[in-house]
């Protein structure tokens, strides 16, 4: 191991342990089985991402995988992982500083059931609006990534058919939080749908704009922010 390579392991040592925490949740909280999923996040010019075919489990320091916008591995020996192209394409196409793919059952199930997911629920508005569902693409290629990119215009979150799903954030958290919330969207449209009799009412684009407009200040502020501070 070269020196370079220590110093850069050590200064995305933080990093790297808060993309494997995530990767973990991913499997703990039931949106992966085994090795379905990747995770990344976007360090100054550089992308930490997990590797292909490994536990989240089994991920040490030392398996720290780092790459440029390129594509080009900086740090690590494991190979990436193959949804690579997926994970820049959406760092090149937005600000997002971090990415979460999975295969959770009910997002997957979903995009193969329809274009776009039912605005079922207001906390659409909080990915940006009605989420999109990708046309179907082999797994780790451009082409899926180009697609990828398409149905996220506009959104922070989209389903893939036949695949899965992915959503991006400022933080980690944020990304995970979106693919929680997008499986949990899912799992109630499905559930409502499946209901003999009865067809699940809908949202119209005009109440998800609004309450995407009213989420803008939901939250914690600095006090300095809040009104009359």
Wanted: net charge negative; glycine share 8%.
């Amino acid at each position: 191991m070269t020196e370079m390579a220590d110093r850069l392991r050590d200064a995305l040592a933080e990093p790297w342990r808060d993309l494997v925490a995530t990767a973990r949740r991913t499997a703990a909280e039931g949106l992966v089985v085994g090795t379905s999923g990747n995770v990344s996040v976007r360090v100054d010019d550089l992308v930490l991402v997990t590797p292909s075919g490994v536990p989240y489990d089994r991920l040490t320091p030392d398996d720290a995988l780092a790459v440029r916008l390129d594509g080009r591995r900086v740090l690590g020996t494991l190979a990436p992982t193959s949804e690579l192209p997926m994970h820049l394409a959406v760092y090149r196409t937005s600000a997002a500083r971090a990415v979460v793919h999975t295969h959770a059952v009910h997002a997957t199930a979903v995009s193969t059931l329809v274009p776009e997911l039912p605005l079922v629920h207001y906390m659409t508005a909080a990915l940006g609006g009605p989420v999109r569902v990708a046309p179907y693409e082999t797994y780790g290629t451009d082409a899926l990534a180009e697609r990828m990119v398409e149905a996220l215009e506009g959104r922070s979150g989209c389903l893939l058919r036949n695949h899965g799903a992915v959503t991006h954030g400022t933080t980690l958290d944020q990304a995970y939080d979106r693919m929680a919330q997008l499986e949990w969207m899912c799992r109630v449209w499905l559930t409502a749908a499946s209901v003999p009799g009865h067809t699940p009412s809908l949202l119209s684009e005009d109440e998800i704009a609004a309450v995407g407009r009213k989420l803008a200040g939901y939250g914690q502020r600095p006090a300095d922010e809040q009104p009359g501070g």
